[in-house]
């Protein structure tokens, strides 16, 4: 599969596809009814009658396998994030999940997850990535200016959620350009002007990501929204995971649901910056999750982090060391502001009851991990990288 990420092109717009995602495919009578389906999905699952269009499907009614072979991705990857929205809304729509996934989207969803290079689950790449569309297109990715293709309920709090960390992968743009110019540079005046282009992307990312709280609201977030991106691993209401009726000899499949880990604009920093967390569990995590990027992104995550020699130009100069502990300063600020939300949006709301939903596991995060002690630690991690 061609890489849209590659060393010697500046992205446009950093792990954000270049150009925006197609909202809907319309090329046969399959694609056009998926669309008008995955656009009905909130509706559906207000009803509760989502189960029974999804189980009412034949088996064999979605076939891709023409636009697989012609490798047409922007179209697969629009299908594949309609076909997430409509497997996750299924397996989560009633208090307890269902274990087995019907065929008619189990199949489909598992042949494009192969030849994406992602497991079939609700990643952060389908559920953020490839999940919005500019109101204006003749005006830039902002908070006033991008929209959700696929939802859950929708609402104006879900849609915030998610588009707060659209426009913070826009913000980082300029970040992850400067993290691939630097891998060659060796001129020490370009290499001050990157990390200072990267100092400022971060600025702007946590200015952003301080806005979660004005239109995405705590209780509504944990009871409405967290719900349905959970996945089937490590979650206690799915011990044994969940099966995929008809493919890996219906056994119960394991996989991590959406989460911000999922994003690689810090595991990039990371490895720019040689920031070392400690081989244990925590660790393990870490790196699964670069399973879940799109391909080309954690290709580069490990083309970085084989290739950056940021650490010895800190170490040879004072002005590029302390360019670098302000980028990790950011970083650090970014992680303590992550803490503050899970604490804030899980943590505290796990104790306000709802008839509507349990609001999901209160032991783990949407990622299957002990979220608080997970999010310190790489908080600290990052912070003891910072050097005097």
């Keep these: 599969m061609k890489s849209d990420l590659v060393l010697d092109k500046k992205p446009k717009r950093g792990f954000l596809p270049d150009h925006a995602p197609l909202r809907y ?6 694609t056009r009814y998926l669309s008008d389906l995955s656009k009905e999905v909130p509706k559906l699952l207000l009803t509760s009658s989502l189960p029974d269009v999804i189980e009412s499907l034949p088996e064999n009614f979605f076939n891709f396998n023409e636009m697989i072979k012609s490798a047409e991705e922007k179209k ?17 729509s009633d208090n307890k ?23 079939p689950v609700l990643s952060y790449a389908s559920y953020c990535l490839d999940n919005w569309y500019l109101i204006d297109k003749d005006k830039d ?9 696929n939802n859950f309920l929708g609402g104006v709090d879900e849609d915030w959620f998610v588009t707060v960390h659209v426009c913070i992968e826009n913000a980082a743009s300029e970040a992850i350009s400067s993290s691939i110019a630097l891998i ?31 239109k995405c609201d705590p209780y509504i977030y944990y009871h409405r929204v967290r719900p349905y991106i959970f996945g089937w691993k490590n979650n206690p209401d799915l011990p044994k995971g969940l099966i995929y009726d008809g493919l890996f000899k219906n056994r119960p499949q394991q996989f991590r649901g959406e989460t911000g880990a999922q994003s690689s604009i810090i595991p990039l920093l990371d490895a720019l910056f040689s920031v070392k967390h400690k081989k244990d569990s ?63 949006y899980i943590h505290s709301q796990s104790r306000n ?12 995060g949407t990622g299957g991990t002990p979220f608080m002690r997970y999010l310190r630690k790489h908080r600290d991690e990052t912070k003891s990288s910072i050097k005097k």
């Design 25 to 30: 495919v319309r090329s046969d009578s399959q």
């Design 76 to 92: 697969l990857r629009c299908i594949y994030s309609q076909l997430s929205f409509l497997a996750h809304a299924y397996i989560y």
């Design 97 to 119: 999940p269902r274990k087995k996934l019907p065929k008619s989207i189990a199949s489909p969803w598992v042949r494009i997850s192969k030849y994406l290079g992602r497991p």
């Design 141 to 149: 990715i902002s908070l006033d200016n991008v929209a959700l293709i």
């Design 184 to 214: 060659d540079e060796t001129s020490e005046s370009k290499i001050e002007m990157h990390l200072n282009n990267i100092l400022e992307s971060l600025k702007e990312v946590n200015h952003i990501f301080k806005r979660m709280p004005e």
């Design 282 to 344: 925590l660790r393990d995590y870490l790196e699964e999750m670069l399973l879940y990027m799109p391909p080309a992104h954690r290709e580069l995550i490990f083309h970085v982090k084989k290739s950056s020699k940021v650490k010895m130009y800190a170490n040879e100069s004072i002005k590029i060391r302390r360019l670098v502990n302000k980028c990790l300063d950011q970083m650090t600020h970014f992680r303590s502001q992550h803490i503050k939300y899970a604490n804030d």
């Design 353 to 364: 009851p709802s008839d509507f939903t349990s609001g999901g596991s209160t032991i783990r």
